[in-house]
């Protein structure tokens, strides 16, 4: 009697750690398993984007870059290639086109994002000036990323220009993540 009563109480001792263990496991294989499953984690050539809101994150020579596209969801986007680019960038759009006020937050938007990231990479850019940017002034030691309403969503790049352009403020956004993709490597 005094034998079962012991082996009970060794059960019970040994019943809940296990049972603890057992919870941990499970829910470690349930998070893996849902993220898995929710598309929140995409692989693309040797990088791995993870989905957070609605940006997706990957690391770049433990730099974490957000974006609010996958490299997916802009492989469509036409472009033209990128050698090399000066690292003195002017951003700027169309001061003078007609713009929805959300396209025009959106564009602005894109390039204060796009000037931190760029900053970030070594790059030196400038959305304060007095005259109007274009183009025209790019130079081999100043280039000019022109952000603009299009009827169609692309990249081209002529010398030290980029133009990034879409058909409205979300695909300017999404060119400009790939133009990014481009120049970090993501994308070839």
């Known amino acids: ?13 040994i019943a809940v750690p296990l049972f603890i263990i057992a919870i941990m496991v499970l829910s470690a294989l349930g998070y893996a398993l849902f993220q898995a499953r929710g598309g929140n984690v995409k692989r693309f050539n040797s990088f791995k984007f993870i989905k957070i809101g609605d940006r997706w994150k990957t690391k770049i020579d433990n730099i974490e870059m957000m974006f609010y596209f996958a490299p997916d969801e802009v492989e469509d986007i036409p472009y033209d290639s990128i050698s090399t680019f000066p690292y003195f960038v002017y951003l700027t759009s169309n ?32 959305m304060n000036f007095s005259k109007t940017i274009t183009c025209e002034n790019s130079t081999s030691a100043m280039g000019v990323i022109d952000l603009d309403i299009s009827n169609e969503t692309a990249i081209n790049i002529e010398d030290s220009c980029v133009k990034i352009t879409g058909i409205n403020g979300p695909e300017i956004v999404r060119a400009r993540d790939k133009f990014l993709m481009l120049l970090l490597g993501i994308l070839k």
């Open 1 to 13: 009697m005094v034998y079962r009563r012991r082996l009970k109480e060794k059960k019970k001792n």
């Open 95 to 126: 001061p003078e086109a007609s713009y929805s006020q959300q396209d025009l937050m959106t564009i602005e938007v894109a390039k204060f994002e796009l000037k931190n990231i760029l900053y970030s990479l070594g790059y030196t850019p400038s």
